[in-house]
């Protein structure tokens, strides 16, 4: 992703300018942040579109473009999702919309 992430980027006179220890990338830094923010933006308004999608207030011509819409959402999730632990390893993985605090998010 060009912020010095692969494993061919690990010159020592850089150590200290590159993410060369993968045990340092997480996504405090502001180049790593800005993905992280992004791709679970991303996520979770795959997973906003996915709830409403199946709300039954919700009025489709027919089912085929309500599984179509579902599709899409999910794809852009999963899409993320791979961005994501492309970068970072395991990540927390959110499959439903969370309307409050949480603080028990766990690697997968």
């Known amino acids: 992703m060009r912020y010095l992430t692969d494993v061919m980027e690990s010159p020592e006179f850089r150590i200290n300018q590159s993410f060369s220890d993968y045990s340092r990338i997480n996504a405090q830094p502001d180049e790593f942040n800005e ?3 992004f791709y679970y933006t991303l996520i979770s ?7 409403v999608a199946n709300r039954e ?13 579902i599709a899409q959402a ?20 959110v499959t439903e919309v969370i309307n409050g605090p949480k603080f028990d998010f766990v690697r997968t």
Do not use: T
């Open 57 to 69: 207030s919700i009025n489709w011509s027919n089912d085929a473009d309500r599984l179509y819409a």
């Open 45 to 51: 308004q795959a997973n906003r579109a996915i709830e």
């Open 74 to 93: 999910k794809f852009f999730r999963a899409y993320a999702y791979g961005c994501l632990a492309e970068l970072f390893g395991g990540v927390p993985i």
């Open 35 to 37: 993905f992280y923010e």
